[in-house]
């Protein structure tokens, strides 16, 4: 007699839990919904005052003539921290608007060989780092948003100058379906405790004396949620002390697509 007692009450039972998980699950999602608005409203609102706090600072340096050398660099040191924190703020309503689903992706056409071309050209005229790219005879053309693969090429491009002091080489190929760019380093490395982790909002792995200052450590959280937006994929390969290597693999553009 137990064992069928048991029998019926067992799908009441489950059918309680199902609820209470149920329940609970749409209440998780309704509290990091809330998160995320929460988020996205504090950057949005935060980034109005800082800007007018930036502009005067910038006024006060440039008319510094009767400053000591400490205060104006005081204020220079203002400015550049009231600046990487509008771009954080920039960079976090990015990320909330990704997560919600609020980012709109243009799929085109991209010809990558030029696109990276453009990057190329962009990035030697701040910086003379060396960077070296190499291309299959033809032309290998993405289906991507152009200007946000842009946005994270430049990204990982900057990240590869600020942590290596050696030549960037960028291959650009295509294998099967997908069109490939790679971007390689032979800097500082990333340990293989922080690869997997790299991707993650706020994550640094150099301590905060070898770490480059002016960063948000947040562009890789970006470049991943922009990439997979365009369906794509971003994967690391790294060793300490020998560099790194940063893979975007998009799907191939078809002329029927
Ligand atoms: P940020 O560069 O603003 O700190 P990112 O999200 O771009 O933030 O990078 C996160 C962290 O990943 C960096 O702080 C750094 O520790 C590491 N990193 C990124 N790119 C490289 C690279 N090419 N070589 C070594 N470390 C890197």
Redesign the pocket.
């Known amino acids: 007699g137990g064992a069928q007692l048991e029998l019926q009450q067992a799908p009441d039972e489950i059918l309680g839990l199902a609820t209470a998980f149920n329940d609970m699950t749409v209440r998780l999602s309704g509290a990091w919904e809330q998160q995320r608005q929460f988020v996205g409203n504090v950057s949005h609102e935060l980034r109005t005052p800082l800007t007018v706090v930036l502009g005067y600072l910038q006024s006060l340096l440039r008319r510094g003539d009767n400053l000591t050398t400490h205060q104006q660099h005081a204020l220079a040191t203002a400015i550049s921290e009231t600046d990487r924190t509008i771009r954080m703020l920039q960079d976090l309503l990015d990320l909330a608007r990704a997560d919600s689903g609020n980012l709109h992706f243009r799929q085109s056409p991209v010809v990558l060989n030029t696109l990276v071309a453009e990057v190329v050209d962009m990035s030697q005229k701040v910086s003379k780092h060396p960077i070296s790219v190499s291309t299959t005879s033809a032309d290998v053309v993405a289906l991507a948003d152009q200007d946000r693969l842009m946005q994270v090429l430049i990204?990982l491009v900057d990240?590869?100058i600020?942590?290596?002091n050696s030549p960037i080489e960028i291959a650009i190929e295509q294998t099967g379906d997908l069109a490939i760019v790679r971007i390689r380093?032979r800097?500082?490395?990333?340990a293989l405790e922080h690869q997997n982790r790299?991707f993650e909002r706020f994550?640094?792995?150099?301590d905060s004396s070898t770490?480059?200052r002016d960063?948000?450590?947040?562009?890789?959280?970006i470049a991943k949620s922009l990439i997979e937006g365009m369906n794509g994929k971003i994967t690391l390969r790294?060793k300490p002390g020998e560099g790194?290597t940063?893979t975007i693999a998009l799907p191939i553009w078809k002329s029927s697509s």
Do not use: P
């Open positions: 990204n990240n590869a600020k942590y290596s380093d800097g500082i490395g990333i790299i994550y640094r792995a150099q770490r480059s960063g948000t450590g947040l562009g890789l959280a790294s790194s940063f």
